[in-house]
C-alpha cells in the first residue's frame, strides 16, 4: 500500500513517514499541492494525506484537481478545525479530517480505516511465517520453532521493522532514524548491539539478517 505525504513542513511528512513505515506502508512526499497534483496524474496511490494550508497551491484546491481524475481517498490535515473547514472539505469529496497537532498513532488508525472503509484494505500481513520464524505484529509476538522468544521493546521493533521491509537493503542512518527516531543521540555500535542480540535469539534463523558491509543491514526474503 503507497501514501502520498503532502505538507510544506519537512518535519511533519518525515513524522508521518516515520509511523507510515512502522505499519507496513510505502509513502511519497509533496511540499505543496503543485507538486501532490502532478504526482497524482503520474502515479497511483492508495490514499493521500494533505495538509490545507500550503503554498502554491492549498490542499483544498489540490483535492478539487485531484478529483477531476481520482477518487483516491484522502485525509485533510488542518490547524484549523472550524466546522466550515471541515464541512467544505467533505463536500469535496475527502474521508476524513484531523486537526493540527495530532497524535501520529491516531492518524495510523484513521488511515487504515479509511483504507478498510473504501475497499482498499491493508495488504501488509499481520503475520509472516519464514520456516519456523513467525512474527505476529498485532499481537508482538515472535516465535522460533514453536519457542516464543522474550524481546526488548526495541528488538520487537527492529525486527518488525526489518522483517516488514524485508529483501530491502537497509542503511545505518535509515534503521536508526526509523527505530530510535530523529532526537536518537547514540551511535552504530547500538543499532550493530541490538543486531547481536536478535540474531542470538534467532538461533539458526540469525542468517536471515545479512551484513552488507559499508551500508547496513538486510533481512532476506527466503
Excluded at 507510515?20 to 497524482?40: K, L, R, W
Aim: net charge negative; aromatic share 10%; charged share 35%.
Amino acid at each position: 500500500m503507497k501514501l502520498l505525504i503532502v505538507d510544506d513542513e519537512k518535519r511533519i511528512r518525515a513524522l508521518i513517514a516515520k509511523y507510515a513505515a512502522f505499519e507496513g506502508y510505502e509513502t511519497d512526499e509533496a511540499e505543496d499541492g503543485m507538486q501532490a497534483v502532478a504526482m497524482c496524474r503520474e502515479r497511483r496511490y492508495d490514499l493521500i494525506i494533505m495538509d490545507v494550508m500550503m503554498p502554491e497551491l492549498d490542499g483544498f484546491s489540490a483535492v478539487r484537481e485531484i478529483r477531476k481524475h481520482s477518487d483516491t481517498p484522502v485525509i485533510m490535515l488542518s490547524a484549523r478545525g472550524e466546522e466550515y473547514d471541515r464541512i467544505h472539505g467533505f463536500e469535496l469529496g475527502i474521508d476524513d479530517y484531523v486537526v493540527k497537532p495530532f497524535s501520529p498513532k491516531e492518524l495510523m488508525m484513521r488511515v487504515g480505516a479509511v483504507l478498510k472503509r473504501s475497499g482498499s484494505g491493508k495488504e501488509t500481513e499481520d503475520t509472516v511465517a519464514i520456516d519456523g520464524l513467525t512474527v505476529n505484529f498485532t499481537a508482538r509476538r515472535v516465535t522460533v520453532d514453536g519457542q516464543e522468544l522474550d524481546l526488548s521493546p526495541k528488538e520487537y521493533d527492529l525486527l518488525f521493522y526489518m522483517v516488514r521491509n524485508r529483501g530491502i537493503a537497509l542503511s545505518r542512518e535509515k534503521l536508526i532514524s526509523d527505530v530510535w527516531g530523529y532526537d536518537f543521540f547514540g551511535d552504530d555500535r547500538t543499532l550493530d548491539t541490538h543486531i547481536k542480540l536478535l540474531r542470538r535469539q534467532l538461533g539458526r534463523y540469525a542468517d536471515r539478517i545479512t551484513t552488507l558491509r559499508g551500508v547496513g543491514y538486510r533481512f532476506e526474503k527466503e
